[in-house]
């Protein structure tokens, strides 16, 4: 079993930064963030492979969005900048992919108990 603790989060004006970091209770291959969806469906935003520092971003992340890790401490974390009043959700971060790959697109193992963010217009 993995505990995940994230910190992070609150509420910022439209092109403000917060910056979220997700800290697991051992190793995992991949870590990173999720967000909900108005379906209430979870869709990725980053995640980073742990082992090799490459880092996966979705559309809407990229350019704004930065993912980075801490191999000793076990932590990721999610910088976001000129955040959007379409930003606003709760973010979850994920660990240990289930296919091996990491992905913003696969399915991972362990989840946190997520985190929310607003921004205003």
């Known amino acids: 079993q993995v505990q995940l603790v994230e910190s992070g989060g609150g509420s910022v004006q439209a092109g403000g930064s917060l910056m979220l970091s997700c800290t697991a209770s051992r190793y995992t291959n991949c870590m990173g963030w999720f967000r909900q969806t108005p379906k209430k469906e979870r869709e990725g935003v980053a995640v980073?492979?742990?082992?090799?520092?490459?880092?996966y971003y979705a559309d809407s992340a990229k350019g704004r969005f930065t993912i980075a890790r801490d191999i000793a401490n076990n932590t990721v974390y999610l910088q976001m900048k000129n955040l959007r009043p379409e930003d606003t959700t709760f973010y979850f971060c994920a660990a240990e992919s289930r296919t091996g790959s990491c992905s913003t697109r696969v399915a991972y193992k362990y989840w946190g108990q997520g985190v929310e963010v607003t921004v205003s217009s």
């Open positions: 980073i492979d742990i082992a090799e520092g490459s880092p």
